[in-house]
């Protein structure tokens, strides 16, 4: 029996949930990074199992916490190859036989299924549902909850069992300013949290200032933009931040990112309990920021920045504008001239930036 369900799958009421997963031991998105935080002890059975190329599509590789009741096994389907591909409708179609036949040899009763190979996969649910609606006709008996593409749910809704991590020089430094910056925008104007985006130009400038967060930003849509900031703020999801999420919001949905409740204090004692300061690089952060508090002026402010030192490096008002505005056509659109040299005004003030070469 079908029930077309919603809300969240990671806390249905199954026996069985099924994970959507590639076949190269990546959890980096969507619903897979929701039950990476959620199951650890199955992300890593699942990962050490890719490194043996155990993980095939076609074929379900289940994980049994053998604890009684619900949510007992974790069935990771693999929908295409690498996390990159996108799904193909004769491997649901695969994986979809191997998963009833999981079920039987398990006597599983219910089960939990997300919109496979949907969302980050590419298939239309139109022709996934009818082939997920005809593999389950083989099993009438079982409760079958299926999950249609919807999105994703809220993050403080998303399970996290992972392990507290330690913090760090750098996961510190980072926490500080993103709480700094969050305290000064609220005093300008009501806000629920910090944007991914105001987050990766708080973390651009940390490094610029001189702190060494081993962050590889290159030219993104946004402005700066470093992949391997991701992975820091997942660690830190449900931890110390919350509102990260499971990276399927868009950037432009402004998606608001804080501080857990305990975090603050976390981080003051951390650094009490290392005999030192903060470092310099926060108040100086705080004063290059200072009335920029806004996705768009601090993706203003770090476009100009990264746009200037380039090789080679200019302080050519026109060449920067050009530099800036061939970034993209919506850099174009957004980023005046009188804006460029604001920021450029403000990043040499800060000595970030040298004097502006004579009109």
Same mark, same amino acid.
């Given at each position: 029996?079908?029930?077309?369900?919603?809300?969240?799958?990671?806390?249905?009421?199954?026996?069985?949930?099924?994970?959507?997963?590639?076949?190269?031991?990546?959890?980096?998105?969507?619903?897979?990074?929701?039950?990476?935080?959620?199951?650890?002890?199955?992300?890593?059975a699942y990962r050490a199992a890719c490194?043996?190329?155990?993980?095939?599509?076609?074929?379900?590789?289940?994980?049994?916490?053998?604890?009684?009741?619900?949510?007992?096994?974790?069935?990771?389907?693999?929908?295409?190859?690498?996390?990159?591909?996108?799904?193909?409708?004769?491997?649901?179609?695969?994986?979809?036989?191997?998963?009833?036949?999981?079920?039987?040899?398990?006597?599983?009763?219910?089960?939990?299924?997300?919109?496979?190979?949907?969302?980050?996969?590419?298939?239309?649910?139109?022709?996934?549902?009818?082939?997920?609606?005809?593999?389950?006709?083989?099993?009438?008996?079982?409760?079958?909850?299926?999950f249609p593409p919807e999105g994703a749910?809220?993050?403080?809704?998303?399970?996290? #069992? /992972?392990?507290?991590?330690?913090? =760090?020089?750098?996961?510190? &430094?980072?926490?500080? !300013?993103?709480?700094?910056?969050?305290? @000064?925008?609220?005093?300008?104007?009501?806000?629920?949290?910090?944007?991914?985006?105001?987050?990766?130009?708080?973390?651009?400038?940390?490094?610029?200032?001189?702190?060494?967060?081993?962050?590889?930003?290159?030219?993104?849509?946004?402005?700066?933009?470093?992949?391997?900031?991701?992975?820091v703020l997942d660690r830190l999801e449900?931890?110390?931040?919350?509102?990260?999420?499971?990276?399927?919001?868009?950037?432009?949905?402004?998606?608001?990112?804080?501080?857990?409740?305990?975090?603050?204090?976390?981080?003051?004692?951390?650094?009490?309990?290392?005999?030192?300061?903060?470092?310099?690089?926060?108040?100086?952060?705080?004063?290059?920021?200072?009335?920029?508090?806004?996705?768009?002026?601090?993706?203003?402010? #770090? /476009?100009?920045?990264?746009?200037? =030192?380039?090789?080679?490096? &200019?302080?050519?008002? !026109?060449?920067?504008?050009?530099?800036? @505005?061939?970034?993209?056509?919506?850099?174009?659109?957004?980023?005046?001239?009188?804006?460029?040299?604001?920021?450029?005004?403000?990043?040499?003030?800060?000595?970030?930036?040298?004097?502006?070469?004579?009109?």
């Amino acid at each position: 029996m079908i029930i077309l369900s919603h809300g969240n799958l990671l806390t249905a009421d199954a026996d069985a949930l099924v994970n959507t997963v590639n076949t190269v031991g990546v959890m980096g998105k969507g619903i897979a990074l929701q039950f990476k935080r959620a199951y650890p002890a199955n992300y890593a059975a699942y990962r050490a199992a890719c490194a043996k190329n155990e993980v095939r599509l076609g074929q379900m590789f289940v994980f049994d916490s053998t604890r009684l009741g619900l949510r007992r096994f974790v069935i990771n389907f693999p929908t295409k190859g690498h996390w990159r591909a996108n799904s193909k409708l004769p491997d649901i179609q695969a994986g979809l036989a191997d998963l009833v036949r999981v079920i039987r040899e398990r006597q599983i009763t219910s089960v939990a299924v997300p919109a496979l190979g949907c969302g980050n996969g590419g298939l239309d649910w139109d022709e996934v549902r009818p082939t997920i609606e005809q593999a389950f006709a083989e099993l009438p008996d079982v409760r079958v909850l299926l999950f249609p593409p919807e999105g994703a749910p809220d993050p403080a809704d998303m399970p996290v #069992a /992972t392990e507290k991590p330690s913090l =760090t020089p750098g996961r510190a &430094t980072l926490l500080r !300013a993103i709480d700094g910056y969050l305290q @000064r925008a609220r005093a300008i104007e009501p806000r629920d949290g910090v944007t991914l985006l105001e987050i990766q130009k708080i973390a651009y400038f940390l490094q610029v200032l001189g702190q060494p967060l081993r962050l590889e930003f290159t030219r993104g849509r946004y402005g700066p933009y470093a992949e391997n900031l991701n992975h820091v703020l997942d660690r830190l999801e449900g931890h110390y931040l919350t509102g990260f999420g499971d990276r399927s919001a868009r950037v432009e949905e402004l998606q608001p990112i804080r501080l857990t409740a305990d975090a603050t204090e976390a981080v003051a004692s951390w650094w009490a309990a290392q005999g030192s300061a903060p470092p310099d690089a926060l108040e100086q952060l705080s004063r290059l920021v200072d009335g920029f508090e806004a996705p768009y002026s601090l993706e203003l402010l #770090a /476009t100009v920045h990264y746009a200037a =030192t380039l090789t080679p490096p &200019t302080s050519d008002l !026109a060449e920067l504008t050009e530099r800036v @505005r061939s970034w993209s056509g919506r850099k174009a659109r957004l980023f005046t001239r009188p804006h460029i040299k604001l920021a450029y005004d403000r990043l040499q003030t800060a000595s970030l930036l040298p004097a502006l070469n004579p009109a």
